[in-house]
Structures are given as structure tokens and as C-alpha cells.
């Protein structure tokens, strides 16, 4: 009988942020944060009491995973670079997984899901997906750093949508106004009268409870696949130029 990987998951793109412990795809245990708190300050302690949780031991952890981006910058560089720092000091691999992916698996499967991840500043990360599987997640387009409103312009007219994560709940208001304006049913949440064979239809999917178990699970998918990261190759995905170089 074999035995899945045990997989440490962090999640530092979202403020609250998120860690999880794993064996294969079944989630052990998990949290989420505190979004008034940085990550600097707590993220050593939540693997620590999560493991303890578990009954396990850092030593015991076969795979390191963490969200890559786009994110917060500050909060992606502390998971990052911790994720880095404990692979390296236990030579294990470990497994990038871009959080709009994250984002977009917790949404379920369908046609075409929009993730979006709140950017600040009043504008969001927003990328479309296939989500064929909760293993087959296919990009439909890049990711961008744009306005809600813009946001709205790309995929306005995009029938049989579902609209995923953070910023999409934030934006609830205005993306039901678009879907009323463009002729789209709109359900919020699950919905048991959604109609399979109607296609002009909008759904706001459930808010996610804690990234990190989507993190884990796409990055188990990856080890099966062979396409896991090293501490010198794990690299963020910021898709947009951070405050300090903008100002240059």
C-alpha cells in the first residue's frame, strides 16, 4: 500500500492568509488568519500549532507548497521565502501554485470561471479559466492588474460564468448590475433552480474559506505530474510592478 506525501500548504497572497496540512488530497488540518495581523509576525506560529494539530513534525513533511501570485507583494515574499528557507534546510521539493488557480478550483468546475483577487487601491487581479476537473484548470487568457469596471468590459460579455474569490465578492453589486445590464441571469451562490441548459446566466460562487487546501491540491496534482520546484527555481508571480518601482 502506498502512502500519499504529507504536504505543508501556505497561503500569504490574501491578508488573512492561510496554511494547510495534507496527505495527498485529503486535508489533514487547516486555518486561516488574521488580516489585521502581518504574516511576519504570525505565519511561523500557525505551521507550528497546525503541525502540532496534526501530530506531525516538520521533519515529516514531504512536500512544501505555497500561493505564488498575484498577491500582496510584502505577504508573498514572507510565504515565499519561508516556504524556501524550510524545503532548503530540509532538502525536499517544493511546489508553486499561482493563486488565481487556487482561486479558481474553489469555485468547481465549468465553462468559465473569472477569479479575481482584490489588487488594492480599488482594483483587482482577474484572470478566466477552464475548470475542467479539480485536477484541469486551463488559463482561458493572461492575468491583469486592471479596474472592476475594466474587468467588466473583458468579460462582460461572456456567457455561463461563474465569478470567483475575493474580489469578486467585494464587487458583488457591480457585477450584478452588468449581468442585468447585458441580459444575464444572475444566482448568488449555488443556486437549485440554476437551469443546466441555459447559457446567459452569471454566478457568484461561495466565499472561499481558506485558499490553502485549494493550494494544496493543485500542488499534490503537480507532484503526480513532475512538474515540482526547487528553492532556488520557486519564483512569485506579481503581475504588476510593485508601489516602490512604480514611483521610480
Same mark, same amino acid.
Given at each position: 500500500?502506498?502512502?500519499?506525501?504529507?504536504?505543508?500548504?501556505?497561503?500569504?497572497?490574501?491578508?488573512?492568509?492561510?496554511?494547510?496540512?495534507?496527505?495527498?488530497?485529503?486535508?489533514?488540518?487547516?486555518?486561516?488568519?488574521?488580516?489585521?495581523?502581518?504574516?511576519?509576525?504570525?505565519?511561523?506560529?500557525?505551521?507550528?500549532?497546525?503541525?502540532?494539530?496534526?501530530?506531525?513534525?516538520?521533519?515529516?513533511?514531504?512536500?512544501?507548497?505555497?500561493?505564488?501570485?498575484?498577491?500582496? #507583494?510584502?505577504?508573498?515574499?514572507?510565504?515565499?521565502?519561508?516556504?524556501?528557507?524550510?524545503?532548503?534546510?530540509?532538502?525536499?521539493?517544493?511546489?508553486?501554485?499561482?493563486?488565481?488557480?487556487?482561486?479558481?478550483?474553489?469555485?468547481?468546475? /465549468?465553462?468559465?470561471?473569472?477569479?479575481?483577487? !482584490?489588487?488594492?487601491?480599488?482594483?483587482? #487581479?482577474?484572470?478566466? #479559466?477552464?475548470?475542467? /476537473?479539480?485536477?484541469?484548470?486551463? !488559463?482561458?487568457?493572461? !492575468?491583469?492588474?486592471?479596474?472592476?469596471?475594466?474587468?467588466?468590459?473583458?468579460?462582460?460579455?461572456?456567457?455561463?460564468?461563474?465569478?470567483?474569490?475575493?474580489?469578486?465578492?467585494?464587487? @458583488?453589486?457591480?457585477?450584478?448590475?452588468?449581468?442585468?445590464?447585458?441580459?444575464?441571469?444572475? #444566482?448568488?451562490?449555488?443556486?437549485?433552480?440554476?437551469?443546466?441548459?441555459?447559457?446567459? @446566466?452569471?454566478?457568484?460562487?461561495?466565499?472561499?474559506?481558506?485558499?490553502?487546501?485549494?493550494?494544496?491540491?493543485?500542488?499534490?496534482? @503537480?507532484?503526480?505530474?513532475?512538474?515540482?520546484?526547487?528553492?532556488?527555481?520557486?519564483?512569485?508571480?506579481?503581475?504588476?510592478?510593485?508601489?516602490?518601482?512604480?514611483?521610480?
Amino acid at each position: 500500500m502506498t502512502i500519499e506525501p504529507l504536504i505543508l500548504s501556505v497561503e500569504t497572497a490574501t491578508l488573512a492568509g492561510s496554511v494547510a496540512v495534507s496527505r495527498g488530497t485529503e486535508i489533514m488540518a487547516s486555518n486561516s488568519g488574521d488580516s489585521r495581523i502581518s504574516h511576519s509576525n504570525t505565519l511561523l506560529a500557525e505551521i507550528d500549532g497546525l503541525l502540532s494539530q496534526n501530530h506531525s513534525q516538520l521533519s515529516d513533511i514531504e512536500l512544501f507548497a505555497v500561493a505564488v501570485g498575484p498577491g500582496s #507583494f510584502t505577504g508573498l515574499r514572507i510565504g515565499i521565502a519561508t516556504v524556501k528557507a524550510l524545503a532548503a534546510n530540509l532538502d525536499r521539493p517544493c511546489a508553486g501554485v499561482p493563486t488565481l488557480y487556487a482561486i479558481a478550483r474553489a469555485g468547481g468546475v /465549468s465553462e468559465n470561471t473569472v477569479a479575481v483577487l !482584490p489588487a488594492g487601491r480599488g482594483e483587482v #487581479f482577474a484572470q478566466m #479559466f477552464r475548470v475542467s /476537473s479539480p485536477a484541469v484548470i486551463n !488559463p482561458l487568457d493572461e !492575468p491583469a492588474h486592471i479596474s472592476p469596471q475594466k474587468m467588466l468590459e473583458r468579460y462582460g460579455s461572456v456567457d455561463n460564468l461563474i465569478w470567483c474569490g475575493e474580489g469578486a465578492q467585494v464587487h @458583488r453589486d457591480l457585477i450584478k448590475s452588468r449581468a442585468q445590464e447585458m441580459g444575464h441571469q444572475f #444566482f448568488d451562490g449555488p443556486h437549485n433552480e440554476l437551469d443546466d441548459q441555459a447559457k446567459r @446566466r452569471w454566478m457568484l460562487a461561495s466565499p472561499i474559506s481558506n485558499l490553502a487546501e485549494q493550494v494544496a491540491n493543485l500542488a499534490y496534482t @503537480r507532484m503526480q505530474y513532475n512538474q515540482l520546484d526547487t528553492p532556488i527555481t520557486l519564483r512569485a508571480i506579481y503581475v504588476r510592478p510593485s508601489d516602490a518601482e512604480l514611483k521610480l
